[in-house]
């Protein structure tokens, strides 16, 4: 459960009849919303090692979509993150793309991908992935109307795909959080430890500054992290839900490192009333507000990060909790629905 499961989560409260196609399901992973579902999955669902490693499956994905029978069908809404786009609809139904993102293992983090690959995937790369860019590119001429879920991806969409979308946040369960009067000396960082979510950037502007920094998440970076780590980094793998909104109201700022598509975790912080020191590329720039929600820092470097924090020093008495708390409404779940509902109108 996932950002994507979470806004079919909301689809299917906004269309509660509506039926699911995906390529692999696992019952015991998913919301008892979804598993309420009729859901029919794709040939991929019975490979080997499906539910576990169906990534490999992605040259064998066009096809598998292509076999869905969606006649009948008056409004197809796909969750496109993958190759989602690609099905085939009737004539007279109504085809919208919610799209996370177009595929970036096939497009900008492409040579990232391949350099990080195993040696037989690094020479299969080249010419499988420059097929499903064909694939890609056509397949975006069977939707109807995009929808992007932040304004850095409608920009992708046009780069990729020369199409036009409009722009519906996801949504975010805002009413989880609450502020606190008692706020810590530490600062905050949640997520994977992983590569493109950038972890280094924190440890190592923290181990540069010596202020208190927790770190929440666990990844294939964790290990090298604690290694290099200095002691005012605190390192936790897992928080409960509950300890997790007290950390976000508690802390001193969030830091977010990542360029992401979106990023749930800041509009969280915000709803908790603190503030975000973000990476400013990416949805960030859609959801926190520059010297009034958060600060941003203009590069990837530790450098960068750094000279943030100081930043941020200085600007957090002219903090408001309330303008965090305030701000981050406009992603709560009523604004998602009322949106989507505006542009499935005439197709549901």
């Known amino acids: 459960m996932r950002g994507g499961e979470r806004v079919l989560e909301r689809l299917m409260h906004l269309f509660p009849q509506a039926d699911i ?7 015991s992973k998913m919301s008892n919303r979804i598993n309420e579902a009729k859901v029919t999955t794709s040939f991929i669902d019975k490979m080997p090692m499906s539910k576990r490693w169906y990534q490999y499956y992605l040259p064998l994905m066009p096809m598998a979509l292509e076999q869905f029978d969606l006649s ?15 099905v085939i609809t009737d004539p007279t139904s109504h085809h919208m793309c919610y799209c996370h993102s177009p595929m970036r293992y096939l497009w900008d983090h492409y040579h990232q991908y391949r350099k990080d690959a195993n040696p037989i995937a690094r020479a299969a790369m080249p010419m499988m992935y420059h097929k499903l860019r064909e694939w890609d590119v056509s397949s975006s001429a069977r939707v109807d109307n995009f929808v992007a879920n932040s304004n850095f991806i409608r920009q992708r969409i046009m780069k990729n795909w020369r199409r036009e979308a409009d722009v519906v ?13 008692e706020i810590d000396d530490h600062y905050l960082w949640v ?7 950038r972890p280094d950037l924190a440890v190592e502007a923290f181990n ?3 202020k208190p920094l927790m770190m929440v998440g666990t990844g294939g970076m964790e290990k090298q992290l604690k290694k290099i780590a200095k002691p005012n980094i605190k390192f936790v793998d897992r928080l409960n839900f509950d300890e997790l909104r007290r950390a976000y109201a508690r802390t001193r700022a969030l830091v977010f490192t990542a360029e992401e598509d ?20 990416g949805g960030i720039l859609d959801s926190v507000v520059h010297e009034r929600t958060g600060i941003f820092f203009d590069r990837q470097t530790p450098e960068s990060l750094a000279r943030g924090i100081d930043e941020m020093e200085r600007w957090l008495p002219h ?13 709560a779940p009523e604004r998602f629905d009322q949106k989507i509902r505006q542009l499935t109108k005439q197709f549901s």
């Open 21 to 27: 196609f995906t390529h692999v399901y696992d019952p």
């Open 72 to 86: 009948g069908y008056d409004l197809i809404i796909s969750s496109e993150s993958g190759p989602a786009k690609g």
């Open 169 to 181: 946040h996801p949504p975010v369960e805002t009413n989880l959080f609450t502020a606190s009067t």
């Open 191 to 197: 997520g994977q430890m992983v590569p493109y979510k």
């Open 208 to 210: 540069a500054s010596g």
């Open 262 to 281: 979106f990023g749930i975790v800041p509009v969280e912080a915000m709803a908790s009333g603190r503030p975000v020191l973000g990476f400013g590329r």
């Open 319 to 331: 903090f408001n909790p309330s303008d965090a708390v305030s701000h981050a409404q406009n992603f």
